[in-house]
């Protein structure tokens, strides 16, 4: 009867024993593959800064690009706006010769009615 006694006692222990390391054995994968994953995140966070440093500077440089140009198209258009009122200018006087001439021609064209009609 004590040797039942201590027999099942030890068999209880055996078996928190085991229990105990199968626990302990399960938490120890656990967290090989949590220190696994912690790994693979932090690398893959390295390339994505990486990446989002890469990115944010092709923006700035884009940035001053949309910039530069939109100086030139200012200037573009500023230069366009004078070029234009030269040229408005300059064909305002061509019509007027062209209106002056023909009018002369009117006029040498009347003298030369009136002269035939005498």
Not at 17 to 36: C, G, P, V
Not at 67 to 95: F, M, W
Request: with cysteine; charged share 35%; net charge neutral.
């Amino acid at each position: 009867m004590v040797q039942d006694k201590i027999f099942s006692i030890f068999a209880v222990q055996s078996l928190a024993m085991a229990s105990f390391l199968t626990l302990y054995n399960q938490i120890e994968s656990k967290l090989i593959r949590i220190k696994q994953v912690v790994e693979e995140k932090t690398e893959e966070n390295k390339v994505l800064k990486l990446n989002l440093a890469a990115a944010l500077e092709k923006i700035e440089q884009l940035e001053n690009e949309v910039e530069s140009y939109s100086e030139k198209n200012k200037i573009l258009t500023i230069t366009k706006t004078a070029l234009y009122k030269e040229d408005k200018k300059q064909t305002e006087k061509k019509i007027d010769k062209l209106v002056r001439d023909i009018d002369h021609c009117i006029e040498l064209l009347n003298r030369m009615q009136w002269k035939t009609e005498k």
